[in-house]
């Protein structure tokens, strides 16, 4: 059974810094793209950042500078570094998993995602 489950959200002040991180498990993820995406009360689910296999990132230009994604192959981990954290990141924050094979950078939309995790709610207060 595929499981994602992320973890490491919570309260922080504005210009603080936290780091989600995204335990994958069930399959293989070696070829896979991982994204995170965001989605804020009353607003569409939106792309945040992403990583392929080889470790090809791209980013929202909302997040452009502040915040990091990387991962562990070996730990089947993703993480989000994120810095200077605004009031307006204010969202629950999902892990993805793309399983359709390697690409040559990772997708933004969210239905090219297979497998999704429960979330994990980050709260910046201004």
């Known amino acids: 059974q595929v499981q994602l489950v992320e973890s490491g959200g919570g309260l922080v002040q504005a210009g603080g810094s936290l780091r989600l991180s995204c335990a994958a498990s069930?399959?293989?993820?070696?070829?896979?793209?991982m994204g995170w995406f965001r989605q804020a009360p009353g607003k569409e689910r939106e792309f945040v950042a992403g990583?392929?296999?080889?470790?090809?990132?791209s980013y929202a230009d909302s997040v452009k500078g502040r915040f990091t994604i990387s991962r562990d192959v070996r730990k089947n981990i993703v993480y989000l570094q994120m810095n200077s954290l605004r009031p307006q990141d204010t969202a629950v924050y999902y892990c993805?998993?793309?399983?359709?094979?390697?690409?040559?950078?990772?997708?933004?939309?969210?239905?090219?995602?297979?497998?999704w995790g429960q979330g994990t709610q980050v709260t910046v207060s201004s």
């Open positions: 069930g399959r293989t993820f070696t070829w896979d793209s």
């Open positions: 990583i392929n296999w080889s470790g090809s990132a």
């Open positions: 993805a998993a793309d399983s359709r094979g390697p690409r040559s950078y990772p997708p933004a939309a969210a239905q090219s995602y297979d497998d």
